[in-house]
C-alpha cells in the first residue's frame, strides 16, 4: 500500500510527530510505501528509512498549526492509496479531507486530542470543533483513538468507526541502562503555551512541598518559549536551585535521560488535550517507575501491572505523597521499572500498533 501522512510538522519533537515518525518506520518494516507531507518548520529531519518526506515552506502560524499554502497542490500530485491525517491540526486535515473526497480514496484520521484554545482564541477553536473539524470526521473512514476513557462531544457522530488503537513505543531504541541516577524526578515536554495541561505548575508545587523535608532534584527536559518563564516560576516556589532545565534532548539521548532519574512524572491537567502521554511509555520502556494523572492515556494498565502511581488531577500534596513513596522505597521502584517494561513489551510495542493500523487500512481499501 501507498500511504499519505500529513502531519503538520514532522522535524519537532511533539507526540504528533513521534507518533508519525515511529508509525511511518514500523509500515515501511512491513512492505508498505509512506509518504511524508509537512510543514518545514527547521531542526533536522528524523531518519526514518525507507519513509518519503516532503517539506513544505509556511506563511506564519495559527494555535499550533503551520499554514502551507503549497499543500493543496502538493497533495493532488501525489499517488498514494490511503491518507492518514491527524487531529488537533486544522488545515492539514482539513485539505487531507478535501484532497482525498475529490480522489475518491480512503482517509484515516487519528483523533490525538480535541482542539481548544485558551483566551480568545477558545471560540476559535469551538467554532472549528463544531464545523470543520466534524466535517472531517464524518468524511473519515475510520478515526483512530488512543484512549477510550475520555471522548469528547465531537467523537459522537463518528462513534460507529472508531478504532481504539494506542500509540507505541520503540522497545528496541527505549531500553534500561545501568547508570547513577543524576537526579530524583525527570519531566519532559514541549515548553510552550499550548503544552501548558502538561502540568508543571502542579509539578513545581509537590517538589516545594518535598523541599521542605528533604532534598529533592528535578530535570525538566524540554525547550520552548515558555522556558523563561517556568524558571522564574521556580524562583517564586522558591525551588530554583532544586531544578535544572536541561533544555532540548535529541532522541539519541532520550533512554539516557529516562535511565538518569528515579521517578519520572507527567501530572497532566487536561483530559481534552492530553491525547495519551508517550513520554510515559518511553520512560516505562527504560525502567523507570511513572506517576502519572488520571487523565493518562494507559493509567489503568499502569495500575494494573504495578508499574507506578497514579494520582488525581491538579492534586500537588498527592502527587508528592506518590513521589517520595518510590523515592524512599528504592526496592519498590525497581519492581515498578521492571513491570512498566513488562508492560510497554506486552501492549505498547510499535510493531503490534502497526499491525492493528494496517488492520484497519485493509478494512477500508
Not at 142 to 163: F, G, K, W
Not at 191 to 216: C, N, Q, T, W
Amino acid at each position: 500500500m501507498r500511504i499519505l501522512q500529513t502531519p503538520v510538522r514532522f522535524t519537532a519533537t511533539g507526540g504528533v510527530e513521534r507518533y508519525v515518525q515511529h508509525l511511518s518506520r514500523a509500515l515501511v518494516a512491513r512492505g508498505h510505501e509512506v509518504v511524508v507531507i509537512a510543514a518545514a518548520v527547521g531542526g533536522e529531519v528524523p531518519d526514518v528509512p525507507g519513509v518519503t518526506v516532503r517539506l513544505l515552506p509556511h506563511v506564519g502560524c495559527i494555535a499550533n498549526t503551520q499554514i502551507t499554502p503549497g499543500l493543496p497542490l502538493a497533495l493532488l500530485r501525489e499517488e498514494f492509496d490511503l491518507v492518514h491525517t491527524h487531529i488537533p491540526t486544522p488545515w492539514s486535515a482539513d485539505w487531507s479531507m478535501v484532497i482525498a473526497h475529490l480522489r475518491g480514496l480512503p482517509l484515516v484520521v487519528t483523533f490525538h486530542n480535541e482542539i481548544v484554545g485558551r483566551g480568545p482564541t477558545h471560540l476559535v477553536a469551538r467554532a472549528y470543533n463544531l464545523t470543520l473539524e466534524r466535517l472531517v470526521l464524518s468524511e473519515a473512514g475510520r478515526v483512530l483513538v488512543a484512549r477510550d476513557a475520555y471522548l469528547p462531544p465531537t467523537l459522537t457522530a463518528a462513534h460507529r468507526r472508531i478504532s481504539f488503537i494506542p500509540p507505541g513505543t520503540d522497545t528496541h531504541c527505549f531500553v534500561p541502562m545501568v547508570r547513577e541516577p543524576l537526579c530524583d524526578i525527570a519531566f519532559l515536554s514541549v515548553l510552550d503555551d499550548f503544552h501548558h495541561y502538561k502540568g508543571v505548575e502542579v509539578l513545581f508545587k509537590a517538589v516545594k512541598i518535598l523541599s521542605m523535608s528533604r532534598p529533592v532534584s528535578l530535570t525538566i527536559g524540554g525547550d520552548g518559549p515558555l522556558r523563561t518563564h517556568y524558571e522564574e516560576m521556580a524562583k517564586e516556589y522558591g525551588i530554583r536551585s532544586h531544578v535544572h532545565f536541561s533544555g532540548f534532548i535529541p532522541d539519541s539521548d532520550l533512554p539516557a535521560f529516562y535511565s538518569s532519574a528515579r521517578v519520572f512524572v507527567l501530572p497532566s491537567t487536561d483530559a481534552t488535550r492530553e491525547g495519551f502521554g508517550i513520554v510515559l511509555l518511553e520512560a516505562m520502556a527504560c525502567s523507570r517507575p511513572v506517576i502519572a494523572t488520571t487523565i493518562a492515556g494507559m493509567a489503568a494498565q499502569i495500575r494494573a501491572y504495578g508499574a507506578g502511581c497514579i494520582v488525581p488531577v491538579g492534586d500537588a500534596s498527592a502527587l508528592a505523597v506518590a513521589i517520595a513513596s518510590v523515592l524512599d522505597d528504592e526496592e519498590a521502584g525497581a519492581l515498578m521499572g521492571a513491570a512498566g517494561r513488562r508492560l510497554v513489551c506486552d501492549e505498547f510495542s510499535w510493531e503490534s500498533v502497526a499491525a492493528k493500523v494496517e488492520a484497519v487500512y485493509q478494512e477500508i481499501c
